[in-house]
């Protein structure tokens, strides 16, 4: 089956532009998860989707950051104005159940540079 | 909010060498995990930890989660160059919400042939 697909790869972008990054979860997999790593520190959680809903979003750091999974499959994180501390690299991952570890899969992530 | 103290932050080994490394949190975690991240790959699940005092093995890794449940370790013998990347642990919230992981800032391997 094909894995957690996340576009683009890489974005470099200037301070106060807009990004959107995409997220295509394992297909049937209705929990859809957005972290982040900002250079040298931990992966942080960002937001947690059941299907369409978000579950929990503790994470986004603040009203820039907004995500969205229309129809509960693919997911996008728009971040509008982006700043310098923006910059990281954006995991997705995706599982069939709600705290099914061990199917948790991660995709390759987006790495963002505001410049 | 809850952390994860991972240690060493940078680990440069021989090939043969075993290699170990920790997390430690002030916080109890029901679910311990190890990952491992590739370049320009997202983390890959190597080892989940459910039952403190567990000890699991997955080839040559070996973790424990700790009887308080506030830590764990990943041993990895005979490092081979294969193994170089940046090993996560990761924690799940008591209680919290499903699939909530909290990270460790990660240590990065590095295998010399």
């Known amino acids: 089956e094909a894995g957690v697909t996340q576009f683009p790869s890489h974005s470099v972008i200037e301070k106060g532009q807009t990004v959107t990054l995409r997220c295509d979860p394992i297909?049937?997999?209705?929990?859809l998860y957005w972290y982040r790593r900002v250079m040298g520190k931990e992966i942080k959680f960002l937001l947690h989707f059941v299907k369409e809903s978000k579950q929990d979003e503790s994470g986004m750091p603040n009203n820039r950051f907004l995500a969205e999974r229309t129809g509960g499959t693919y997911s996008t994180l728009k971040v509008q104005p982006a700043e310098l501390e923006d910059s990281g690299v954006y995991f997705c991952?995706?599982?069939?159940?709600?705290?099914?570890?061990?199917?948790?899969?991660f995709g390759s992530g987006t790495r963002l540079t505001v410049v | 909010g809850q952390q994860l103290n991972q240690s060493p932050q940078s680990m440069f080994i021989q090939e043969g060498e075993d290699v170990s490394m920790n997390c430690t949190s002030s916080s109890i975690f029901n679910t311990w995990l190890w990952y491992k991240q590739d370049p320009g790959e997202g983390p890959v699940l190597l080892i989940a930890?459910?039952?403190?005092?567990e000890l699991t093995s997955n080839g040559r890794l070996t973790a424990q989660f700790g009887i308080t449940r506030k830590d764990s370790f990943l041993n990895i013998s005979a490092s081979i160059p294969s193994d170089v990347g940046i090993y996560f642990c990761?924690?799940?919230?008591?209680?919290?919400?499903?699939?909530?992981?909290?990270f460790g800032k990660g240590t990065k391997l590095s295998v010399k042939p």
């Open positions: 991952a995706s599982s069939g159940r709600t705290g099914s570890l061990s199917g948790y899969t």
């Open positions: 930890l459910y039952k403190a005092g």
């Open positions: 297909s049937g997999h209705d929990n």
């Open positions: 990761a924690g799940q919230n008591y209680g919290g919400s499903q699939g909530n992981l909290i």
